[in-house]
Nanobody, 127 residues
Framework: QVQLVESGGGLVQPGGSLRLSCAAS????????IAWFRQAPGKEREGVSC????????TYADSVKGRFTISRDNAKNAVYLQMNSLKPEDSAVYFC????????????????????WGQGTQVTVSS
C-alpha cells in the first residue's frame, strides 16, 4: 500500500528555518518523482517544489526560489524540503505527493500529475 507521511512542520518566526521530511513506503521511491505542495486556508493547493526520481532534476515555484531546497535519499525512501528565510505567507499545510509516471528526469508542479498524497504537516510562520 502506497503511503506518504510528512513531518517536521511547526511554528517558526519570520526569517527562521524548518526542514520537512516525507517518508515513503509501499513503492520503490526511486521510481517516481516526488513533489511538495502547500495549501493555505481559503486558497488552492499549489506546487512548491519537485524532484526527479534520481534527484538529478528539480523545480521550484517562483515564490520559494532561492529560499527552499528539495532533496531526496532513495536509500531511506525519503524526500526533504529545507525551508529558509521563511515568511508569513509561507504558512500552510504542506503535502508531499508521488508522481503518476516513472519518466526519468521528469519534474512537475501540476497537481493532476500526482496520484498519491500524504496527510500534510502544518507550517506556521508568525512572530
Amino acid at each position: 500500500q502506497v503511503q506518504l507521511v510528512e513531518s517536521g512542520g511547526g511554528l517558526v518566526q519570520p526569517g527562521g528555518s524548518l526542514r520537512l521530511s516525507c517518508a515513503a513506503s509501499g513503492f520503490t521511491s526511486n521510481g517516481y518523482a516526488i513533489a511538495w505542495f502547500r495549501q493555505a486556508p481559503g486558497k488552492e493547493r499549489e506546487g512548491v517544489s519537485c524532484i526527479s526520481r534520481d534527484g538529478g532534476g528539480t523545480t521550484y515555484a517562483d515564490s520559494v526560489k532561492g529560499r527552499f531546497t528539495i532533496s531526496r535519499d532513495n536509500a531511506k525512501n525519503a524526500v526533504y524540503l529545507q525551508m529558509n528565510s521563511l515568511k508569513p505567507e509561507d504558512s500552510a499545510v504542506y503535502f508531499c505527493a508521488k508522481a503518476r509516471n516513472t519518466v526519468t528526469n521528469w519534474v512537475s508542479l501540476r497537481k493532476y500529475e500526482f496520484n498519491a498524497w500524504g496527510q500534510g504537516t502544518q507550517v506556521t510562520v508568525s512572530s
